[in-house]
């Protein structure tokens, strides 16, 4: 999980109050739905979030689409439903960039905004600037809160034992279904790599993956928090 930065001078900012004013002067209501330059908005918050999806990482390439790298506009306060949050549908600050692959999925499979649907997350950890302190990984490819316990099901059973905030870390992994089975697998797949190479690296040279992977570019490697989360630990053997 990672901050995703929401500058003042986004085009995608300035695209949504451009909308909402021609929305106003019309009489009409500033609703998403009347909101026609979708596929603009998701190219611009694509490249923002350099091409990997708000919640689980994954690449994302092209707007909408069933199929891999695909993605949509996720509203992180509900865009309808019971937690409807509508005066925030054309807010900038509520909208990122979420991958499509498992929609169309038997719900138990699928993951990200497709599974989250109408449900609110507690906390908006993707506006904290420390964001990635909130969460870890372990190697059966699960992604969990920082707390002591390092299995999933184990923190599941004794939630009563978190923090506040880890509750909330908790809930918003369950609430996004961050640990399907294909996920866990994508991510045990990715950490076979980096675990093949980064036992042969010196400190040296894990240092400056983890510098390599924090310089600001125009995309960033999959999972990319995962793997500067196994870099650093790697690095303080």
């Given at each position: 999980?990672?901050?995703?930065?929401?500058?003042?001078?986004?085009?995608?900012?300035?695209?949504?109050?451009?909308?909402?004013?021609?929305?106003?002067?019309?009489?009409?209501?500033?609703?998403?739905?009347?909101?026609?330059?979708?596929?603009?908005?998701?190219?611009?918050?694509?490249?923002?979030?350099?091409?990997?999806?708000?919640y689980c990482q994954r690449r994302i390439d092209h707007y909408q689409g069933d199929t891999d790298k695909?993605?949509?506009?996720?509203?992180?306060?509900?865009?309808?439903?019971?937690?409807?949050?509508?005066?925030?549908?054309?807010?900038?600050?509520?909208?990122?960039?979420?991958?499509?692959?498992?929609?169309?999925?038997?719900?138990?499979?699928?993951?990200?905004?497709?599974?989250?649907?109408?449900?609110?997350?507690?906390?908006?950890?993707?506006?904290?600037?420390?964001?990635?302190?909130?969460?870890?990984?372990?190697?059966?490819?699960?992604?969990?809160?920082?707390?002591?316990?390092?299995?999933?099901?184990?923190?599941?059973?004794?939630?009563?034992?978190?923090?506040?905030?880890?509750?909330?870390?908790?809930?918003?992994?369950?609430?996004?279904?961050?640990?399907?089975?294909?996920?866990?697998?994508?991510?045990?797949?990715?950490?076979?790599?980096?675990?093949?190479?980064?036992?042969?690296?010196?400190?040296?040279?894990?240092?400056?993956?983890?510098?390599?992977?924090?310089?600001?570019?125009?995309?960033?490697?999959?999972?990319?928090?995962?793997?500067?989360?196994?870099?650093?630990?790697?690095?303080?053997?």
């Amino acid at each position: 999980m990672r901050y995703i930065p929401k500058p003042n001078y986004s085009s995608a900012r300035i695209l949504l109050e451009n909308a909402r004013q021609q929305m106003e002067s019309a009489g009409m209501s500033e609703l998403y739905e009347h909101f026609h330059e979708k596929e603009q908005l998701n190219s611009i918050l694509r490249e923002e979030q350099k091409f990997i999806c708000c919640y689980c990482q994954r690449r994302i390439d092209h707007y909408q689409g069933d199929t891999d790298k695909g993605s949509h506009n996720e509203h992180f306060e509900p865009e309808g439903g019971e937690h409807a949050r509508v005066d925030l549908q054309l807010s900038y600050e509520n909208l990122y960039a979420c991958c499509n692959t498992s929609r169309g999925y038997e719900k138990r499979l699928q993951y990200c905004g497709v599974y989250k649907g109408d449900k609110k997350i507690n906390r908006n950890f993707l506006n904290d600037q420390n964001c990635s302190d909130y969460f870890k990984y372990n190697t059966n490819g699960e992604i969990l809160p920082a707390c002591s316990m390092n299995d999933y099901k184990e923190i599941c059973e004794h939630r009563n034992q978190l923090t506040d905030i880890q509750k909330d870390a908790l809930q918003m992994i369950e609430t996004l279904n961050l640990n399907v089975e294909s996920l866990k697998n994508f991510r045990k797949g990715v950490q076979a790599d980096l675990f093949k190479f980064a036992v042969k690296m010196s400190k040296q040279q894990l240092e400056h993956q983890i510098l390599v992977l924090n310089t600001e570019r125009k995309e960033f490697v999959q999972l990319v928090d995962m793997l500067l989360y196994f870099l650093k630990r790697f690095a303080k053997r």
